[in-house]
């Protein structure tokens, strides 16, 4: 049976892969987790939520004008 140390290791890296995580900013992360820089990860973390929030704003401009084009097209 895995120790607790590694069962949380494995539950950190499997939430910084779902929450879109690439391996540098995992490798960074882990990283400032070694050091114990909480600030540091709080800032990477913060990061990387303003640029999916960028992304999806992107992407609602993007349904927004599609579906303006469909509502066109279709009067």
Known sequence: MPENGLDEQFMLLRNLKDAGC?????????QCDGENNSPRRIRLLKTHR???LNSLHVC?????????????MQN
């Open 22 to 30: 690439n391996e540098t900013l995992i490798q960074e992360f882990l």
């Open 50 to 52: 303003k640029n999916l």
């Open 60 to 72: 609602q401009s993007q349904i927004d004008s599609l579906d303006y084009l469909l509502y066109q």
